[in-house]
């Protein structure tokens, strides 16, 4: 309310400070001068703080993401020289012995790269390229070009005598991206590397890894050569895609002895305020780095700042406002206290009465006064609500209802009664809610002279009664989804709270247990029940207690438990405890256990040596066989490996143990070892011994004399080199021998065709025709012999090469069949062929392929009797693989003969006197055939019923129609 002369009150012009009220003005000013100046020197130290905490965040992350890329880069480099590496175990043997280079698909490559290389393949290609930068084979899932091969013979030249070997960043196959290799030198026959062996690394890989990293949008990971070479970086830099050594001379300097370095300043690279942390690939000369832009992780500081600046002007605002008010009020209160005399009773009972919204009403509910909280709920001033009725103010009542009900409240407190009520004020933006109390004031004749109204907003009280009901509701449900009992106890003893999972520990119900004081549950005659009674006395007595004790089971039984226990601020007492029973009888189980494994170690005749992560010998069971240690076992106890065994076993026994330690694997040794019974041959295997909490980490070691095995594996392969040199001499010998007598048999052959046609005039006799034909089919076949006896040495000489092309097996098949129609016809038996429609090409030699089918022929009509039938069918099999099957109606094979079918001149009857003639060597060479084609020949027969001879060809070797057509007519 505004106050007028025509009130009685004196204007304030009408007054005029002294001295003492402006000193008391400047003072104010000044305080909140300090006040204001204190709030921004904080704000200025927050900032500062909040920019150096942004700083080291950005600083950790860089480090800790250059970490990550170390140990990613270096196990990348790792999987390529392990595959290098398997490339040289696999053409060692090779150079040193002058063996060909294998010339099938992939060869020896094709082996290594098919072995795991990682999960990424981060290693596409393997190569090995000669010294000199040729090309000599290559295999993998891309094509390898001769840079490769030129840029590992550069690495091999530049620094031969470094192993691994890592070349310099070549371009890939299809252009526009850049690949670089791991290299090892392949010994030759001289010693001398006779080839490199190269595993090729996708640099792509790491910059796809690198995209996925969280480096802000301004970052920049990179991976460095020592030469200065960018292998990879992201983002993107089109300067480096075209050439690597673009920003050479800007690349960080890590070495001597320094893997990690961390800078912080403008960016050589494009003049950035950044961070960098950059580390050395360990092993590898190689490096990355990690370049954080401040405009990246100082972007919420800055808007820190904004924000912080923007709330202490505002704060500064509002006290200057304040302060503005307090004056203005103080200045208006010290000039007119003479003139309010008449206001002064309601003044001093409004804001007497209120505490936070307050204000005074007329009976018939207008607004006489409002302090400021009420003008700003109502969001008007103080002079427009003056006169209005209080549930026209929209601030006040903003719904119709909330206007009716404060009306209503209003006229009860009118008529004289104290009212209070739960206002709930909805808008827009907001819910608040208010605890409103009317309080009627009476004058000297009891008449309601005016109103007071105070509100207290109790929106954060609702709140936060909400949140702590929430709470409980929330700590309720873990109490009962927690796997621990829970108990709580009043001083008394009695239980007032138990979980589920504590009743369901002892069987009880909860109203069971409410009606029971702490030492019902304490099992009675058991040796924990004392110390049980005792923990309880503890945690009354010191206000906590953790141990073991004893619990009564509803069934009786006991129940052993972990308790922890604590007394509450309120004078409760609350416990967990942890049903331990089966640990305990699993320790039990152990100990027992343990003493059964001890004895059965000491009835074992090997060697048990115990020994810890250093080498150090901590227990030796020598038992019966003392004789086969260095010294004696007592003597070895406390020793290092390295002071009781020899510098390479020693060494040897240490790796072997860090394996065991670093996989959890058991490790496989063998050695040889002069001990006190002479030199001797030992096998070690190794396990981990499952240790305590405090306990180093144990190696067990079973050592067992294997002397005789070794002496015996000697001999036999002694005995094998000897079988296999008779092998290859017979081989040589049946090789030579066929060509040798293939020149004449063809002269026999040609003149008794020319002997038979007559060609020169007539013989005479036909008794000389009989004695040509006889010669000519004794020629013949004695050719077929031979060539089979060439075929097999051949095959086993590993020297039979197949010339291999789509071939159409219906066709193949038809056609011998036409050639077995001459003996079939003569012998009286009926040829039949069985394909599936629309089968697949095969990938084959046409020429062994039609060898093979015409053996079984052979076979098959020659022991078919007249009458009997043969079938030749082709397929797929539901596995996939293709099948050729040649079936007879014949005398069939016993069940005896059939194992030793297929070796070389071997019939399932080999009596002198067997009706059947033949080698014995055409089976064998179908199956070697199909051997060599990744296929097999399987034989089932049934003596008198007859024999089904089944070729299988692998899925692999087939094509679809289309793509095989398109292949032949090329």
Known sequence: MTATPADGIASPAD??????????????????????????????????????????????????????????????????????????????????????????????????????????????????????????????????????????????????????????????????????????????????????????????????????????????????????????????????????????????????????????GPSPLDGEERIAAVRAIEGWPLAVSVRMSATDYLAAWRQGVVQRAVETAALSAVLILVAGIMLRQLGRLEDTTAALRESERRSQAVFDSAFQIMGLLTPDGRVLAANRPAADLAGERHEDLAGRPAWEVAGWAPTPRAAEHMRERIAEAAAGRFVRYEANLESPYRRRVLDVSIKPVRDESRRVSFLVVEARDMTERKQVEVELKDSEQRMRSYLSAAMEGVFVSDPAGRYVDANPAACQLLGYSRPEILAMRVTDLIAPDHPLSEASLAGFRAVRGQGVFRGEMALRHKSGETVLAEVNAVRLDDGHFLGVIRDVTERRRAERALRASTGRLTALIRALPDLVLILDEEGVYREVIANDTESLLVAPSASLVGRRVEEVLPPDDARMAMEAIRRTLETGQPQRVDYALTVQAGLRWFEGRTQVLTTGFDLRPMVLVLTRDVTDRVLAAERLAAAKEQAETAARSKSTFLATMSHELRTPLNAIIGFSEIMLHELFGPMGSQRYLDYARNIQNSGRHLLELINDVLDMSKLEAGRYMLEEAWVEVPEALQSCLALASAPAEKGEVVLALSAAPELPLLLADERALRQVVLNLLSNAVKFTPPGGRVTVEAGLRPDGRFAVTVTDTGIGIAADALPRLAQPFQQADSSITRRFGGTGLGLSISRSLMELHGGSLEIASVEDEGTTVTLLFPAERLSGRKAAAAALTG
């Open 15 to 264: 007054q005029r400070p002294g001295a003492p009220h402006r000193r008391r003005i400047v003072l104010r000013l000044a305080l909140l001068g300090l006040m204001i100046a204190a709030l921004a020197a904080g704000a200025v130290i927050d900032l500062q703080r909040a920019r150096d905490r942004a700083v080291d965040g950005a600083l950790r992350h860089a480090r800790n993401l250059a970490l990550t890329l170390e140990v990613d880069a270096a196990a990348v480099m790792r999987a390529a020289d392990r595959a290098a590496l398997a490339v040289v175990d696999g053409e060692t043997a090779r150079y040193r012995t002058g063996e060909a280079l294998d010339e099938r698909p992939g060869g020896r490559l094709a082996d290594a790269i098919r072995r795991p290389q990682g999960a990424d393949h981060s290693v596409p290609s393997l190569l090995l390229a000669g010294p000199d930068g040729t090309l000599l084979a290559s295999a993998g899932d891309e094509p390898v070009t001769q840079d490769a091969a030129r840029a590992l013979a550069e690495a091999y030249h530049r620094a031969p005598a470094t192993a691994p070997l890592l070349t310099v960043p070549f371009p890939g196959p299809r252009g526009g991206d850049w690949r670089m290799a791991v290299g090892r030198p392949v010994p030759g026959a001289g010693g001398e590397p006779a080839a490199i062996a190269g595993a090729v690394i996708d640099l792509r890989r790491f910059a796809r890894f690198y995209a996925s990293l969280d480096v802000g949008e301004r970052g920049m990971v990179t991976l460095w050569a020592a030469d200065g070479a960018v292998l990879a970086r992201h983002p993107q830099d089109e300067a480096l895609a075209a050439d690597p050594f673009a920003q050479a001379p800007l690349a960080p300097a890590v070495g001597s002895g320094k893997r990690e370095q961390t800078l912080h």
